[in-house]
């Protein structure tokens, strides 16, 4: 199928982009892309590919903009319930971190999602990422977190594994028993490091062995944070992780500056998400690494915090950055990478340019998948967005409505409205 009538289609192409470079859209004005099957066959100029595939069927872009489908690297997207009253209770001055410490927080949604079974879990995921397909995100990264126990972190696994095979939004999953300290462990934090490294890892790695060996091994992250794991207890995870074959991710400075992202670049992470609390020296051994910097403007916002990210920072130092929702329904319950475009233009203060850059190419290198998603290229898997703006610079300034009006994954026209 032939898409042509495209103001402006935005290819990103030529693979990440690296400090001051973010922002190369790849621009061509009247263009026209060939996809077969599922994957991108020929980008170029309407005029030329209309002569050379002139009997393929077509769809009219209406004389609107086209990008590469949204890749959301940093999701939570498995839970049960919501946090409405926490939300009430943070408006009334208590922080997060206490309500966490109280036994609220994250282990509130534990408690829910333990109590959730497989079909009720699956539903609740579901319409969220349908909600994110409608807002045009056709990959997301999605995290376990909220089980704590094997039991209950592998149903989480299993729900994203099965929501990934119904498709059409592709799930790439992320196992997170180290969202935070399991209740029964409260007065032993240690002891549940333990617990995570000798049996909880262990036990996925068999279970993605048996169910779903076809897919590469889920990443492994862990809260570094004060009232979640420390820095040498986050080390400890990650490198269990690591020697066993996963691969990494971290949460680090959400809240205070322990020394995660530094500890990311050490072990060749492929992101450090959140960093509002990042000093210096992390932000320059982030930027000599390979290590994304991942921003998630929507949580700052969510608990009405005023410190975001330093991206100009991390792009001078010649960071990787890329963005994402944080999707969860503590911090942030928002599944519009829309919306984050709009929050990263205002307060990380990057053009529409570089938000999209950081919300395709650097987000899809985020998940190490930029060699088969995040930009229109030949070869690459046909996931694009056509959205009913022709300047894609709305995309950024306009918030708030959902600029998207078709949704194509891995080559098929996705029915979302
Ligand atoms: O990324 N920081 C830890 N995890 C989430 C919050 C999860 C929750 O509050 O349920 C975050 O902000
Ligand atoms: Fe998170």
């Not at 066959?41 to 077509?58: I, M, N």
């Not at 089980?147 to 299993?158: A, I, N, P």
């Not at 530094?262 to 992470?269: T, V």
């Amino acid at each position: 199928m032939l898409i042509h009538n495209i103001s402006q289609l935005l290819t990103m192409q030529g693979g990440p982009q690296r400090g001051r470079e973010l922002g190369h859209l790849g621009m061509v004005e009247k263009g026209a892309v060939l996809m077969r099957g599922e994957t991108i066959e020929a980008v170029g100029l309407e005029e030329d590919l209309l002569s050379r595939y002139a009997d393929e069927p077509r769809l009219d872009a209406l004389g609107k903009a086209v990008l590469p489908g949204f890749v959301d690297p940093h999701t939570h997207l498995v839970w049960a319930g919501d946090r409405a009253v926490e939300f009430e209770m943070r408006l009334e001055g208590h922080t997060y971190l206490e309500i966490l410490a109280a036994g609220g927080g994250i282990i509130s949604t534990v408690e829910a999602t333990r109590e959730a079974d497989f079909d009720s879990l699956y539903a609740q995921t579901r319409a969220r990422a349908r909600t994110m397909l409608r807002h045009g995100t056709t990959t997301a990264e999605a995290k376990t977190g909220y089980g704590l126990d094997s039991t209950s972190e592998l149903l989480q696994l299993q729900v994203l594994h099965k929501l990934d095979k119904e498709g059409p939004l592709e799930i790439v999953p992320t196992f997170l028993p180290a969202h935070a300290i399991a209740p029964e462990y409260k007065t032993d934090p240690d002891a549940y490091v333990r617990q995570i490294c000798h049996k909880i890892i262990p036990a996925a790695l068999d279970w993605w062995k048996k169910n779903a060996a076809e897919k590469p091994l889920p990443f492994v992250d862990v809260f570094c944070e004060t009232g979640a794991f420390d820095l040498e207890q986050s080390r400890q995870i990650l490198t269990t992780a690591r020697d066993l074959g996963f691969p990494l991710k971290i949460h680090a400075d959400e809240f205070d500056n322990l020394g995660g992202a530094s500890l990311a670049a050490e072990l060749g992470a492929a992101s450090a998400d959140h960093l509002v609390k990042t000093s210096s020296a992390d932000i320059k051994a982030l930027a000599a690494s390979s290590t994304v910097a991942v921003a998630l403007p929507c949580t700052p916002f969510g608990l009405a915090d005023p410190h975001y990210t330093p991206a100009k920072e991390i792009l001078d130092a010649g960071g990787l950055l890329a963005l994402a929702t944080d999707c969860n329904p503590g911090t942030a319950w928002c599944e519009s990478m829309q919306f984050v475009i709009a929050l990263a233009c205002r307060a990380l203060k990057l053009t529409p340019a570089q938000a999209l850059a950081a919300a395709t190419i650097n987000s899809a290198a985020a998940i190490q998948r930029d060699d088969r998603i995040g930009s229109i290229e030949p070869g690459k898997q046909a996931d694009m967005i056509l959205l009913n703006i022709n300047d894609y610079r709305h995309l950024g300034y306009r918030f708030g409505d959902n600029l998207v009006n078709t949704v194509i994954k891995r080559g098929r026209i996705i029915p979302v409205l």
